[in-house]
Structure formats: C-alpha cells, structure tokens
C-alpha cells in the first residue's frame, strides 16, 4: 500500500487549500488516519486526525479553518484548509492505520509529503 498526497502549493494569506491523500494497493480496513506537517527546523506535529467512527481531532491553531474528511469508498483522505496563514508553511504528510486482509494487524502507513506555501 502507498499513500499519495496532492493538492499542496503556493497561496496568498487568506487562501484555501485542499490536499488529497489517497491509498493505493488493496486496503481491507482503516483504523484512523490523519494529516501531520512538518516545517524547516521544527517536529512533526499532528494536524487533525479522524477516527475509524468519524470523530476528529485537530490541533489548537488549526481549528475553525482547516477540515478533515475521508471517503472510505474511495480509501481517500482530504484536508480543507481556509484561511491560510504563514505559519501554516511546512511539508504536510498524511499517515493511515491500514490493514490489507481480514486478519493480522492494522499497520501505519505515511505519504512522501505535499509543500504547501503562504505568503504574507
């Protein structure tokens, strides 16, 4: 399994952005997945995260701007993120629990990162 993020890029403050993540290969099953980013210098730190039952979680700088979202159907996950600011300028992963057949356990699966820019 492959997880492949798109929709990074250069935007103004005040933009919106959506970045994409989908999964290639066969997927049985997801427990969780989430949308992480890293900027030159600092740690990785959790964006948002949504369970297997829907319930999202997103970190304090985020919240009332960006959403996440995922289609099982589609073994797609989506980050909306509006009203962009410049210290939302970093390397945006996506990570999933994926598990491939119906039995053994569920792995942790990350995409190669999307840059998504703001300018001031």
């Known amino acids: 399994v492959q997880l492949v993020e798109s929709g990074g890029g250069l935007v103004q403050a005040g933009g919106s952005l959506r970045l994409s993540c989908k999964a290639s290969g066969t997927v049985f099953s997801a427990n969780g997945a989430g949308w992480y980013r890293q900027a030159p210098g600092k740690q990785r730190e959790l964006v948002a995260k949504?369970?297997?039952?829907?319930?999202?979680t997103y970190r304090d700088s985020v919240k009332g701007r960006f959403t996440i979202s995922g289609d099982n159907a589609k073994n797609a996950l989506y980050l909306q993120m509006n009203s962009l600011k410049p210290e939302d300028t970093a390397v945006y992963y996506c990570s999933a629990n994926l598990k491939r057949g119906s039995s053994g356990p569920y792995t942790t699966y990350w995409g190669q990162g999307t840059q998504v820019t703001v300018s001031s």
């Open positions: 949504i369970a297997s039952g829907g319930a999202t």
